[in-house]
């Protein structure tokens, strides 16, 4: 079977990485792609924005699969153009995706159909969100804008100074566009946060697994926030009564909802949960994988990808098994000097062999020149994923092979899943 992978990033590379095990895989074809998709299959020179061009490519070259990666093709109705030109498509409509797309969207639906989450109020004037800031305790609010802002589109203001600022910012500097034209007030929530992702078709909700990332750049979650410097899972507080809770209370409500609303969600769903003293509540839905949880999440599927893809897009994946190892897993991340700020690119990278050694080295920012030297081309440049029986032992083979990896500037968290080890 021919596949069209679209995407660039770390979790393309892990996906590409995972479909390229399928015994059912003919060609695989990634789109841009980076300098480790190109070890498991051909990259493509077409940007994820180019929808044009990829379905033209699609339908030349008879892909037979198209799995769509990354949030914003998925919102901007990527999916929808290629099965509307007869393309065998995983990933959710755009009317679907408003999940992720919109968070006043998400929020009026889990309101609607009982989904616990945060109390938010909704606002596209600064002067009511910040009066209404001020109508709570200082520090107990999370200020969202209400679309896509590449992961960095959430502020949590400690005094009510913070508050108006971020509230300003966003709807009247608009410093993250039309994404932030309206803003979600939402409860500040307590607990320990979990990401948690299952295959949806329809009402069909596969296996659920867990994992846990880390966004902030500095040691003990301080500093900017990053697109992710890591994740471990399975996380030490996950319980079969949590899971089933978890299934229960917001997976299937979620599937269902969807479906109500004509809007039936097909590819992976990711909710974003904050384990509270009441229980779960949802934090966000993302319709899409998470980076960096992608790249533990494909080394702990055991079921074969792209037949997993395949049901899905072919609205069958209630005839399919999902499994998930439950065997700890640890992903590090490598991050250029400078980010998420600026930083520069094209520093020359060694190391990656010797680093293989010990676990999975998933590439992001990286691509090759013609004589094969490996270099930097972004902030988040690659990471490695190491397993064990327990979470210390993934922790110690992860860390072990990205000792062993070194560029220029090259910087790394010290603690990813360290508190999962702790007394």
Same mark, same amino acid.
């Given at each position: ?28 074809f990634i789109a841009p792609g980076n300098a480790g998709t190109a070890e498991v299959g051909t990259n493509v020179n077409i940007g994820v924005d180019d929808h044009d061009d990829l379905i033209a490519y699609a339908s030349e070259e008879k892909i037979e699969l198209v799995v769509v990666a990354p ?53 596209? #004037? @600064? ?7 001020? !109508?709570? %305790? =200082?520090? *107990?609010?999370?200020?969202?804008? +209400? $679309? ?31 994404? #932030? @034209? ?7 929530? !307590?607990? %320990? =946060?979990? *990401?948690?992702?299952?295959?949806? +078709? $329809? ?14 750049i500095g040691e003990g979650d301080v500093g900017l926030n990053t697109g992710g410097m890591g994740a471990y899972g399975p996380p030490e507080f996950w319980t079969a009564e949590l899971a089933a809770k978890v299934r229960r209370e917001i997976l299937e409500p979620a599937a269902t909802a969807l ?165």
């Amino acid at each position: 079977m021919k596949v069209l992978l679209v995407g660039s990033g770390g979790r393309e590379h892990a996906m590409a990485w995972k479909l390229a095990k399928s015994p059912k895989l003919s060609e695989l074809f990634i789109a841009p792609g980076n300098a480790g998709t190109a070890e498991v299959g051909t990259n493509v020179n077409i940007g994820v924005d180019d929808h044009d061009d990829l379905i033209a490519y699609a339908s030349e070259e008879k892909i037979e699969l198209v799995v769509v990666a990354p949030d914003q093709p998925i919102v901007d109705g990527l999916c929808d153009r290629l099965r509307s030109a007869g393309i065998t498509t995983f990933g959710p409509s755009a009317a679907a995706a408003r999940i992720e797309g919109s968070k006043i969207w998400s929020d009026d639906l889990m309101t609607k159909y009982g989904i616990p989450t945060a109390e938010s109020e909704a606002f596209t #004037s @600064s002067g009511s969100a910040m009066e209404y800031g001020r !109508s709570k %305790p =200082e520090g *107990s609010l999370v200020v969202k804008a +209400d $679309g896509l802002a590449a992961g960095k589109g959430v502020i949590l203001p400690d005094t009510y100074a913070d508050l108006d600022s971020a509230i300003t910012g966003m709807l009247d500097d608009a410093v993250f566009g039309e994404s #932030s @034209s309206s803003i979600l007030l939402a409860e500040r929530m !307590s607990g %320990p =946060e979990v *990401s948690v992702f299952a295959f949806v +078709d $329809g009402e069909h909700v596969s296996a659920e697994i867990p994992s846990c990332d880390y966004k902030r750049i500095g040691e003990g979650d301080v500093g900017l926030n990053t697109g992710g410097m890591g994740a471990y899972g399975p996380p030490e507080f996950w319980t079969a009564e949590l899971a089933a809770k978890v299934r229960r209370e917001i997976l299937e409500p979620a599937a269902t909802a969807l479906v109500k609303e004509n809007s039936s969600f097909s590819g992976v769903i990711y909710a974003g949960l904050m384990i509270t003293e009441s229980g779960p509540r949802v934090i966000e839905f993302n319709c899409r994988f998470g980076d960096p949880e992608a790249q533990i999440l494909m080394p702990m599927l055991e079921s074969d990808m792209l037949e997993i893809c395949l049901a899905v897009a072919e609205n069958r994946l209630d005839n399919e098994t999902v499994q998930w190892s439950s065997d700890p897993h640890t992903f590090v991340v490598a991050v250029s000097d400078g980010y998420p700020g600026s930083y520069p690119t094209g520093v020359e990278i060694e190391g990656i062999c010797a680093a293989a050694d010990h676990g999975v080295v998933f590439h992001a920012g990286t691509k090759r020149y013609e004589n094969g030297v490996l270099i930097t081309s972004g902030g988040r440049v690659l990471g490695v994923v190491g397993t064990g029986k327990t979470i210390q032992e993934s922790r110690k083979t992860a860390y072990a092979g990205i000792d062993e990896i070194s560029f220029e500037g090259m910087r790394f968290r010290t603690d990813i899943a360290e508190r999962a080890i702790q007394d």
